[in-house]
């Protein structure tokens, strides 16, 4: 039936026989889209008189939001903190090959480097809208260079840097610029850090916790100055301790303020978290738990994993890769999730074979994110290379 819309033109895609992630539940009914927004389809029938110009049937599969990557170093050869003449062509290159493994929005995340290298490449990248060309860029993440050299890892110690008296403009003349910035990583033991945490968080940007050596007080203080995030829950900070947790303690600290969350992540690749502390830490604090990749394992392969390990429910483990990370940014009223009017940006789940009505969805979901295909008028339909035929993903972008 053709429509009749008198708020816009552009067409209406409608996907039917499928289970929708929304509320925190699997609910089945159909998904309306036109322009990039997830519709109302009340509003649609009875106020434009509209109906769906295209219908995609996901085959009994279930639709869920599209994930988001808040670390993200670089991948397929291009490393975001080596800045070269072609800096924009990298993160395009990256947001295209993450698309096909469910990512549609990311941080490109720098690690540390010297003030030439944040001065050339920050400037260079802009906050833009995901589509069929690739995932959106949210802001950059920027891990160090403000961390401790105790639990540098992998960052190059000669470019760490302290907090001097400064204090703040320190950060402003190692950075050049906070524009475009989504969220800093940096070791709440540095001292002067109480001031940054409270001045970036001020400019809307989320400060996170990692590579550090603080103690459980240290950490909540952070927090109470507006600290919400853990980089990497486990690696590159203290040990947990029975006498001092350290950061890990900030899963269960009774001194973080009322009302607020303090997200974690965990890279679930099966070799840089045991799958006993990705359990331990997603049932101390389910809410927080957010799902990154590993350098080893796109995101997808690593919300399989989660869900495996912890043994969460497959509503819990596809959350854990769209919600958490759209709250610890706090853009969850527009991504995160499939409500009306929210960005549709969505990965579809299904198995090769029918799934009844009301069966067990949860051996379907361990062995399948299915087939990719991008919304926009026309259809592209392609498997993963790193799956076998019929394991088959999809991400929508209209």
């Known amino acids: 039936m053709p429509s009749n819309k008198s708020v816009s033109a552009a067409p209406i895609t409608q996907f039917i026989n499928c289970r929708i992630l ?52 670089g991948g397929y050869g291009i490393d975001f903190s080596q800045p070269s003449d072609d800096v924009d ?52 993440h920027l891990e160090g260079p403000f961390i401790s050299a105790e639990k540098k890892g992998a960052h190059p110690e000669q470019f760490l840097r302290t907090f001097q008296p400064g204090g703040f403009q320190d950060l402003m003349e190692t950075y050049g610029s906070l524009d475009g910035v989504a969220m800093v990583t940096l070791a709440p033991e540095l001292s002067g850090s109480r001031t940054v945490v409270r001045e970036l968080c001020q400019r809307g940007i989320k400060v996170s916790l990692g590579h550090s050596v603080a103690d459980l007080s240290q950490a909540e203080e952070a927090v109470q100055h507006g600290a919400s995030c853990i980089t990497h829950l486990f690696n590159a900070m203290q040990p947990f301790h029975h006498r001092d947790p350290g950061i890990v303690g900030l899963l269960t ?32 604090h389910p809410s927080g738990t957010q799902t990154l990749s590993g350098s080893i394992a796109t995101m997808d392969m690593c919300v399989r994993h989660f869900r ?3 043994g969460c ?39 090769g074979s029918e799934t009844k009505a009301g069966e067990q969805h949860d051996e379907m979901f361990s062995q399948h994110l299915l087939k990719m295909l991008f919304t926009r008028r026309k259809f592209c339909r392609f498997c993963s290379p790193n799956f076998s035929l019929d394991q088959r993903s999809a991400t929508f972008i209209t």
């Open 22 to 73: 929304r509320d925190h539940r699997l609910q089945r009914e159909d998904l309306w889209v036109r322009e990039g927004k997830i519709l109302d389809p009340e509003k649609l029938f009875f106020d434009e008189l509209g109906y769906a110009d295209e219908r995609v049937d996901c085959e009994n599969g279930i639709i869920a939001p599209g994930f988001i990557d808040i670390q993200i170093n």
């Open 89 to 140: 062509g990298g993160v395009s290159f990256v947001a295209r090959k993450i698309l096909e493994h469910g990512v549609t929005s990311f941080c490109p995340t720098l690690v540390t480097s010297p003030p030439e290298v944040y001065h050339k490449v920050l400037p260079r990248i802009k906050v833009r809208s995901g589509g069929a060309q690739g995932a959106g860029v949210l802001g950059f």
């Open 313 to 351: 429910k497959v509503e819990e483990a596809l959350e854990a890769a769209s919600l958490h990370p759209a709250q610890a940014l706090g853009i969850s009223h527009r991504k995160g999730r499939l409500d009306y009017g929210s960005d549709a940006g969505q990965t579809l789940w299904t198995s």
């Open 253 to 284: 600290s009774d001194k973080v303020p009322a009302g607020r969350t303090v997200f974690y992540g965990m890279i679930a690749d099966g070799i840089h978290t045991n799958p006993a502390a990705l359990r331990i830490a997603h049932r101390a």
């Open 308 to 310: 495996q390990a912890s």
